[in-house]
């Protein structure tokens, strides 16, 4: 029981122990990836060291853990070559026909032992006996002997089988069996009854002392038995190879099932890489859009700066060949907002005598025309019209006649183009005589 047990555990250990040796190596890889010390090569080698190594492992567990490393590491291969590698498990061993296998041996090494083990007990092991031997002194001798030769003994009423030590054996003398006592029969009476037999009465003899230690005792009944077992345990092998046969046709059309689940994700596994491919050409495209985007906004802001510049100089330049051909016109407009304000006195003789000379000195505009005309009560004189030069003064000089009376009198100034005037005052005195 023990070897079986030890085949068994043997058998399941080492899918056991490969399992731990590629997490072991997994953990190891990783800390390499870490530390940058891994390579394309190793990767790609642990990869298919997992796809080969997964035909011996059937735990559905372990199995699962095998296909997290193949994914992890599948990632990892795309990273550095852009290929997604394509690799999957391998079927695993059929445990039913292990199992079935394993119980096979089981029941059989069961069989074997059930009816080898009685027959070494049989012809090799002792069996302790306080045999009778008659004498007063010493009724009972301790002796050992082989199980063949019991059914010898068990013919001696006085002997006692089954004792382990002298000890055990009686130091008295043992009751003998009793004789078969006759007992007469009665006596006939009138009646015509038959004659009654004499019936022998006899006491049975006592069943000796059979006591029992560990060590078995194998009859023919025992044999029969295990015989028997064994018949019951070939049926329900055969009851299990039926089972072994349906679950075997039940593992094809699941294979089958299995397969075409396989290509479609196998079908999956390539669409999923193809379509990783495309994302990161799209991402690509994005960026590099991203990039013109930008390229782009910024030279139309640059556009915009300098066409903002060259719209100011336009309009500047414009501007300067408006003023020069269309300086009265602007002078016009610059003249209708200031209004009066665009000529002021300068100088200007606020008394004089009749017979002497006057003069009056304004400031203008430039290029502005100025006529001053003198308002008498009877009479007015209107001076010379004069256009102000780049500097705006303009002057003049005129004779106050002898024959004006002495009075206030105004001088009124009209310019244009603006069209207005201003008016200011001065005073005639009588002319002085002469002496």
């Known amino acids: 029981m ?35 010390a891994l390579t394309i090569e190793i990767v790609q080698n642990f990869y298919n060291e997992i796809i080969q190594s997964s035909k011996n492992i059937s735990s559905p567990g372990d199995r699962d853990q095998l296909r997290a490393y193949l994914r992890y590491w599948a990632n990892y291969i ?62 009972y001798e301790y002796i050992e002997v082989a199980s063949s030769a019991v059914d010898q003994h068990q013919s001696h009423p006085n002997d006692i089988i089954g004792v382990s030590s002298p000890s055990e054996c009686p130091d ?78 039940d593992l094809a059309e699941a294979e089958i099932r299995s397969e075409t689940e396989k290509k479609e994700l196998n079908k999956l596994l390539v669409e999923g890489g193809l379509l990783q491919e495309s994302i990161a050409e799209k991402e690509d495209e994005i960026i590099l859009l991203q990039k013109k985007i930008t390229s782009l906004g910024n030279i139309l802001l ?19 060949i408006l003023v020069i051909n269309q300086r009265n016109v602007i002078q016009k407009i610059i003249y209708k907002i200031v209004g009066k304000k665009s000529i002021r006195i300068v100088r200007l003789v606020p008394v004089v005598h009749a017979g002497e000379y006057a003069s009056i000195e304004i400031k203008a505009q430039p290029d502005t025309i ?48 603006d069209n207005r005037y201003k008016e200011y005052d001065f005073e005639v005195k009588p002319r002085e005589s002469s002496l």
């Not at 008295?172 to 038959?194: F, H, Y």
Request: charged share 25%.
């Open 2 to 36: 023990h070897c079986i047990h030890f085949r068994v555990l043997f058998l399941e250990g080492r899918p056991m122990r490969r399992f731990r040796e590629l997490q072991s190596k997994h953990e190891k890889l990783i800390k390499a990836e870490q530390s940058h």
């Open 172 to 249: 008295v003398k043992p009751i003998t069996p009793p004789t078969e006592t006759l007992i007469s029969p009665p006596k006939p009476t009138d009646t015509d009854v038959p004659a009654i037999t004499a019936i022998a009465s006899a006491t049975e003899t006592p069943t000796p002392l059979i006591r029992l230690t560990n060590t078995p005792i194998v009859t023919p009944g025992s044999i029969e038995d295990l015989l028997n077992e064994m018949q019951g345990l070939q049926t329900e092998l055969r009851n299990m190879h039926q089972e072994l046969d349906q679950a075997k046709r």
């Open 302 to 320: 640059d556009q915009e700066r300098k066409r903002s510049l060259f719209g100011f100089y336009i309009g500047l330049g414009a501007a300067a």
């Open 78 to 139: 795309y990273e550095k070559t852009q290929t997604y590698p394509k690799g999957e498990l391998l079927p695993p061993p059929s445990r039913i026909g292990r199992e079935v296998t394993i119980l096979i041996f089981t029941v059989l090494v069961y069989a074997t032992a059930a009816v080898l083990v009685p027959v070494l007990q049989y012809d090799l092991s002792k069996v302790g006996i306080c045999h009778y031997t008659g004498s007063e002194k010493n009724p």
């Open 370 to 417: 100025c006529t001053p005309t003198i308002f008498y009560r009877s009479t007015l004189k209107k001076l010379e019209s004069k256009q102000a030069d780049e500097n705006g003064i303009l002057s003049w000089t005129w004779k106050v006649s002898s024959n004006i009376k002495p009075g206030v009198y105004k001088i009124r100034v009209h310019y244009l183009p």
